[in-house]
């Protein structure tokens, strides 16, 4: 069985070992397996910074949807494709760890909107020099050169498929 780019697919006859190398030969699925792993390590070293053990990976999902000069919750939600009451639960608990706080929309009485506590764009800058640490890593691994390579290399998929999300 072939999938529509003509690659051999998984099949009820196939065996386990070749699946796991059908799927370490992915170049997607290896992508997909750093994200996790690097995602794991961020998670951790931002609840070990900010002393936050309760800080969950669903938590720092938001934060790309959250302007530093305040969003709404449904706008929120909208951005990133989820219902309001996901996005209100998160916020309620990222109130709590003293991440955001809530002030009435001026625009709109009825409505609130979420932002930063002051550490807010602190606790971003942090969590990007942590990532910054995590490349240092790669770089001594790789060295400048490849490491500059596999940037650029990465930079254009990401590119390829912003490209086609956005026909």
């Not at 640490?133 to 001594?140: E, N, P, Q, T, Y």
Request: glycine share 6%; aromatic share 10%.
């Amino acid at each position: 069985m072939v999938d529509h780019y003509g690659q051999p697919w998984f099949t009820k006859s196939m065996k386990k070992s070749d699946f796991e190398k059908q799927k370490n030969a992915s170049l997607s699925h290896q992508l997909i397996k750093a994200g996790r792993l690097i995602n794991k390590r961020g998670l951790a070293a931002a609840q070990k910074s900010f002393h936050l053990p309760e800080l969950k990976q669903s938590h720092l999902d938001l934060f790309p949807y959250i302007d530093f000069a305040g969003t709404g919750i449904s706008e929120i939600a909208k951005r990133k494709g989820v219902s309001k009451q996901s996005v209100s639960k998160l916020v309620k608990e990222m109130v709590h760890m003293k991440i955001l706080f809530l002030k009435v929309d001026p625009e709109d009485n009825r409505s609130k909107r979420v932002f930063f506590k002051t550490s807010g764009s602190f606790a971003i800058q942090k969590g990007l020099k942590d990532l910054m640490s995590f490349d240092c890593l790669l770089k001594a691994h790789f060295g400048e050169k490849s490491y500059t390579s596999v940037l650029k290399k990465v930079s254009d998929i990401v590119d390829i498929f912003q490209a086609e999300n956005q026909n």
